[in-house]
């Protein structure tokens, strides 16, 4: 009797704590760290981020390979991560924080810049591919894994043969820069309802908008 009432206290202890962790959640924004790439497209990701917090409104500290901001929305807290990794070893800073924070994968989203998507256009994803991004490539390759949830930014592609590099590390144009506020505003509401109500309503309710 003794023995079962040890293992029922025992299992209720670790139901706990993976509720505990369930609660927990990592969204991690792209980019390159240093200010000529701060205005560049690849760096959509930060900017999201950067929106989120003055929104809510947290800070972000220099932490171990990133910098991390942190706020609490409905029991839940929300860890946002800069990676200082460079993004072709951004899956580095991204896999140390999950450990270290003991995050459950299916609670990590990333926020990325996509070529293959038109300008504004978003896209929520469970698994897939990584597109050629080198972000995502690398974070495949840390986590071992496709199925992760990504938050994809289309940026387009107008660019000529040759000039990729040139186009994503380039700076919006005007019209771009028009258009930004309002679809980062509604990416940080992707970011929101992604915390609260899970991957498949948010995709159910923003996809393709």
Known sequence: MHSFIRTFLGKGKLSREKEKFMKKFLIVGLGNIGTEYAKTRHNIG????????????????TVKLGALGTFKIKGRTVYCLKPSTYMNRSGKAIKYWLEKEKIPRENLLVLTDDI???????????????????????????????????????????????????????????????ALPERLNQMTEIVTSFVLSGLQRTMNQYNGT
């Open 46 to 61: 930060f900017k999201i981020l950067d929106t989120l917090a003055d929104e809510v409104p947290f800070s972000f500290e």
């Open 116 to 178: 293959n998507l038109p300008f504004g256009t978003i896209r929520l994803k469970g698994k897939g591919s990584d597109g050629g991004h080198n972000g995502l490539k690398d974070t495949q390759y840390m986590l071992q894994t496709t199925v992760y949830n990504r938050l994809r930014f289309g940026i387009g592609s107008e660019f000529s043969k040759g000039r990729q590099v040139d186009y994503v590390l380039g700076e919006w144009d005007d019209q771009e820069k028009k």
